[in-house]
T-cell receptor
Framework: AQSVTQLGSHVSVSEGALVLLRCNYSSSVPPYLFWYVQYPNQGLQLLLKYTTGATLVKGINGFEAEFKKSETSFHLTKPSAHMSDAAEYFCAVSEGQGGSEKLVFGKGTKLTVNP | GAVVSQHPSWVICKSGTSVKIECRSLDFQATTMFWYRQFPKQSLMLMATSNEGSKATYEQGVEKDKFLINHASLTLSTLTVTSAHPEDSSFYIC???????????FGEGSRLTVL
């Protein structure tokens, strides 16, 4: 069975500082990995995804993530945090591209950006 | 990008009544839709997978008679919470897969409060 562990339910950074949100996964097959962002009382927006190929994936809003098979990790980073980045972030894993296959979500990490 | 719309965004109902939540894909045909439930400050839990024209597949522990899902067309799926009780209060989110594309798009979510 697949699973996702997000280390740290809350992360707080200063505006302009590096953002690092950690995600480790478990999967018996080559995984497809996703990061989603959720603003209060809203649905989820896809930030980026890894399917195959290049392990460093660039997404929207300056975020990127690197797939490290040896570490079973898919950490999300952004060089310089902006106030608008404050939100809940979810890492997810799927056996496929997230189509008919199910997505399994981590518990989420709430990012706070301090001025 | 593709848009998935949920209605209503907010609903308050009395205990014992039934509530219907709609999930529409506005600019694409969705062969598969997923319904998730999200408790406060927690992750999304998949409730069921619905394919157009067939019965929904429910996750273990989800009462199919309580959470009725209908996917009558390629652009509409509905979730009906029957005989709602306060413990059914939650944030319900749908997602839809664009036919032949594979990416999932999420609705804005519907917050149900049962008094």
């Amino acid at each position: 069975a697949q699973s996702v562990t997000q280390l740290g339910s809350h992360v707080s950074v200063s505006e302009g500082a590096l953002v690092l949100l950690r995600c480790n996964y478990s999967s018996s097959v080559p995984p497809y990995l996703f990061w989603y962002v959720q603003y209060p009382n809203q649905g989820l927006q896809l930030l980026l995804k890894y399917t195959t190929g290049a392990t460093l994936v660039k997404g929207i809003n300056g975020f990127e993530a690197e797939f490290k098979k040896s570490e079973t990790s898919f950490h999300l980073t952004k060089p310089s945090a902006h106030m608008s980045d404050a939100a809940e972030y979810f890492c997810a894993v799927s056996e496929g591209q997230g189509g008919s296959e199910k997505l399994v979500f981590g518990k989420g990490t709430k990012l706070t950006v301090n001025p | 990008g593709a848009v998935v719309s949920q209605h209503p965004s907010w609903v308050i109902c009395k205990s014992g009544t039934s509530v219907k939540i709609e999930c529409r894909s506005l600019d694409f045909q969705a062969t598969t839709m997923f319904w998730y439930r999200q408790f406060p400050k927690q992750s999304l839990m998949l409730m069921a997978t619905s394919n157009e024209g067939s019965k929904a597949t429910y996750e273990q522990g989800v009462e199919k008679d309580k959470f009725l899902i209908n996917h009558a067309s390629l652009t509409l799926s509905t979730l009906t919470v029957t005989s709602a009780h306060p413990e059914d209060s939650s944030f319900y989110i749908c997602s839809a897969r664009a036919y032949l594309v594979g990416e999932l798009f999420f609705g804005e979510g519907s917050r149900l409060t049962v008094l």
